[in-house]
């Protein structure tokens, strides 16, 4: 189901525009939660209640030319020393390892969790796995139940992430099998699971079902399994906890960043365009269709400034009501930190939040909607909307005697 096509000059995002008249700018701090991580690369609540955030190690090089990866656990915001889920074995490659963690919407009963991670050979597994019965912080490691696996055609570009929806559907995110300028089209080519965003039922069947509504069941030739496709590597997708918004970061080529938005009563079956365009430009138009064909990027930027690579986020629905209906994302290169508004979901209003010298692998939230920020050199950080912490006796804006970890005033 198709929702709008911008034309191309209407999906520029503008770093110096303003947020609306109405609204206060909020100011950010980022507070350390916790150090000593390796390549964290995912920060995941379980929906259990306990407060504990899981995350994703990457993987370290323990044995020559392969990874191993880690679930690590944060509790009371103390790093626990032993994993939760350790995953020897992965392919070594900068953008390999383990890559996505989701905990199933029933985990407090069922104990179910599943993961995305790129094994020696390179291919994509998404399996799941089961909580220890005699241990809430270890993970069985014997219960993997393998569930899908995609094959590789080169190292880069494996999207990972991992994400169940407001439906109960697990949505999983692909890249489009790597190298450059994707080679192969294959992002356009609706019989592979590459280039795509999937959506499939894990309760329906095993190793899973495809839900009955997923835009291409019955189209000859197409994985049923797809939801959307044209996407180069979604690197995090989240949905608005509010309103069922999915927003996707989707990272460029050689020259743009992009933010795609599908709104909750969408059907699914958009084309985002890879590689047909490359945000909101046109990239290799051979073979492709008309423009109205191709869902634009709502947000776009260029690598101007030595920017690079988009990491999504989400649009905050936590504590701090200054930040409240912000998609906050960020530049993995950079470290720059972005907030952007709309009243419509047609006309986004987009500010530089922060401004850090943090590697952003990913946001996460926590059970309250509190948003953190993972740096791959190591470290956790709590989004603060600044302005509104009051109650210590210090004055809006003011950071005198804040315990100011990465940004401020």
Request: aromatic content about 12%.
């Amino acid at each position: 189901m198709k929702f709008r096509a911008l034309p191309l000059f209407a999906v520029v995002l503008a770093f110096l525009s303003s947020p609306p008249s109405s609204a206060r700018q909020p100011t950010l701090r980022l507070d350390l939660v916790a150090g000593g991580l390796s390549s964290p690369i995912a920060i995941v609540d379980a929906g259990d209640g306990s407060g504990r955030l899981f995350v994703i190690e990457q993987g370290d090089e323990l044995v020559p030319n392969e990874k191993t990866g880690r679930i690590r656990i944060i509790e009371d915001g103390t790093l626990l020393a032993t994993p939760f889920l350790t995953i020897a074995g992965l392919a070594n490659g900068n953008e390999q390892g383990f890559l996505g963690l989701a905990f199933h919407p029933s985990y407090s009963a069922n104990g179910f969790f599943y993961v995305n991670y790129t094994r020696g050979n390179g291919d994509t597994i998404v399996s799941r796995f089961e909580v220890s019965a005699g241990n809430a912080n270890l993970a069985d490691a014997n219960s993997e139940m393998v569930m899908m696996t995609i094959d590789q055609p080169f190292s880069n570009h494996n999207g990972g992430h991992l994400l169940f929806g407001p439906d109960g559907y697990l949505y999983i995110s692909s890249g489009d099998g790597g190298s450059a300028n994707d080679p192969g089209n294959r992002a356009q080519n609706l019989s592979l699971r590459l280039g795509k965003l999937l959506r499939i039922d894990v309760d329906g069947a095993l190793p899973f079902a495809i839900p009955g509504d997923n835009p291409f069941v019955g189209t000859a030739g197409a994985l049923g399994e797809i939801w959307s496709y044209g996407l180069r590597n979604p690197w995090r997708f989240s949905f608005d906890r509010l309103t069922g918004d999915l927003l996707i970061g989707d990272v460029g080529q050689v020259a743009r960043e992009e933010i795609d938005f599908q709104p909750a009563a969408s059907g699914g079956g958009e084309n985002w365009g890879w590689r047909c365009y490359e945000g909101d430009n046109p990239f290799n138009t051979t073979g492709c269709g008309p423009i109205g064909d191709y869902e634009f990027p709502i947000l776009s930027y260029t690598h101007g400034g030595g920017r690079c690579s988009v990491t999504g986020g989400y649009r905050y629905r936590g504590p701090w009501s200054s930040l409240d209906g912000y998609y906050v994302y960020g530049d993995f290169c950079t470290g720059q930190i972005w907030g952007a508004t709309s009243a419509d979901n047609l006309t986004w209003n987009n500010v530089e939040l922060l401004n850090t010298s943090l590697l952003i692998t990913s946001f996460g939230e926590d059970s309250m909607g509190s948003l953190y920020v993972a740096d791959r050199s190591g470290s956790i950080y709590r989004v603060i909307g600044f302005q509104e912490v009051l109650s210590d006796g210090f004055e809006s804006g003011d950071c005198t005697g804040w315990p100011v970890v990465v940004g401020g005033c």
